[in-house]
């Protein structure tokens, strides 16, 4: 008669195997119990240990991936209000230029384009 084993004793030679770098085949998992337990025990042990880690690790990566939502939401609302603060900035700080029919033309600097804004060529050659 084969001697009694419990799950804990699988997982943790479950462990040590994998922390060896070996593999957890059925045998492997038998020799490392001391030959104790039958391999239809292992077997159903170390099925269930595989599925709690599954399910653990998927509650993890649920976890995971809600608290990075939660981060990515609230940076891109921190970007949005940044890029309206520097719009209304930049809309305050420059006066809306006209076209002669009176329409807005554009958001441009006083005298953009203009010849009062552009230097003649007598200025360049005193300089």
Known sequence: MKAIIYKQEVSAALVALM???KKTSLPALHAALGGRGSLSTIQKF????EAEQEEQGSQ???GALAMFRQVWTQAREEGQARMRSARNFAKLSMPLRRNPNGAPASWLPPNHGSRESRPSATTWLRN
């Open 46 to 49: 170390k099925k269930e240990i």
């Open 60 to 62: 993890v990566s649920e």
């Open 19 to 21: 922390e060896a770098g």
